[in-house]
């Protein structure tokens, strides 16, 4: 069982920067795919930006050039450094896991809230 624990969401200013992490209980140097996801009030999730084993990224077109994903395998943990943040990045932030491509379980995070307000 994967367990993902979600950490550094707030309140921050239009124009600040948060810094989400995502801790794993299990070792995440060979892990297929880990996303960060957002859910709005009254929205569907959507997914934020992914970092698959290639080491690949990618990016929804809103966040690009604002957001980046990285991870620390050392440190089990996948980070989401977002800069000059908007009021409508307003969301809950989750954090999800696909062991392998073959896998028959994903893994979710509880969430952290970020709030973009003046």
């Known amino acids: 069982q994967v367990q993902l624990v979600e950490s550094g969401g707030g309140l921050v200013q239009p124009g600040g920067s948060l810094r989400l992490a995502c801790a794993s209980s299990v070792s995440i140097a060979n892990i297929y795919r880990m996303d960060w996801y957002r859910q709005a009030p009254g929205k569907q999730r959507e997914a934020v930006a992914g970092?698959?084993?290639?080491?690949?990224?990618n990016y929804e077109d809103s966040v690009k050039g604002r957001f980046t994903i990285s991870r620390d395998n050392a440190k089990r943990t996948m980070y989401l450094q977002m800069n000059n943040l908007k009021v409508e990045d307003t969301a809950v932030y989750y954090c999800?896991?696909?062991?392998?491509?073959?896998?028959?379980?994903?893994?979710w995070g509880q969430g952290t809230q970020v709030t973009v307000s003046s």
């Open positions: 970092l698959r084993i290639t080491g690949g990224t």
């Open positions: 999800y896991l696909r062991p392998s491509v073959y896998s028959a379980t994903d893994y």
